[in-house]
């Protein structure tokens, strides 16, 4: 890649995120830190408005934007493909949305872009959750936006019915079946809970806020240093 093309992705990559790591952009543009350190350093030293430090993270400055770009003809055939896959997994309203998200995308876009993106010989089954997973999977993404709180009645794998009071933090698709990430107030620690085997489910008007050793980053810790099952 050219050290211009590195420049711009830059400015894409963090314009794109609430923080940027040097880590996770040296990681994504497959150079070595020491160099998006440097990289950085040049493009405030142009002007661009990248807030932040090295061991921190980057942010673009609040009001500074680039003129719209058009997508390339593999770009547009990639989210194409996403949306085809993701479309039968998600939720029926955030379904809709990617596909009117997409219908706009495309039809700016070039006639010779247009038409590969949309001959794409890429598909996916329709298979995916039941309606009532689904219109689940809706209320839960919606409380973990609102930071609401849940009660919900919950059938595990062995058939135990038990009542969980619930901070909902984040619903995981695992191929065959999606599963809510929350902290329980029953048990005191994180849980994980099958959204195709929850009973009932109220979203109630208590909110919550984030505490030390409750929230998502504490549990995306948590799992990262689990002993691996691997030899």
Known sequence: MRRADRLFQI????????????????????????TVYRDIADLQAQGVPLEGAAG????????????????????????????RIARPRLDTTLA???EMALVKIIGVLPPA???????????????????????????????????RKLQVRYLDLGDSLSERRLRPLGCFHWDAVWTLA?????REAFRSFRV??????????????????KTLADLQRAVDHMPSSKP
Do not use: N
Request: proline share 4%.
């Open 11 to 34: 400015v894409q990559l963090v314009r794109g995120r609430r923080l940027s790591t040097a880590d996770f952009l040296a990681e994504r543009l497959q150079v070595s830190v020491r």
């Open 96 to 98: 809709d949305h990617a």
């Open 56 to 83: 921190v993270g980057y942010r673009m400055r609040a009001g500074f934007d680039l003129p719209p770009l058009m997508f390339t003809r593999e770009e547009a055939q990639a989210l194409v493909a996403s949306v």
């Open 182 to 186: 929350a902290w329980c107030e029953k």
């Open 113 to 147: 872009v247009r038409a590969a993106a949309e001959g794409l010989a890429l598909f996916a089954a329709a298979a995916g959750p039941d309606a009532a997973t689904r219109e689940r999977l809706a209320r839960l993404r919606e409380a973990v936006e609102q930071r």
């Open 196 to 213: 195709d085997r929850i009973e009932e489910l109220t979203v109630l008007d208590e909110s919550f806020r984030d505490e030390p050793g």
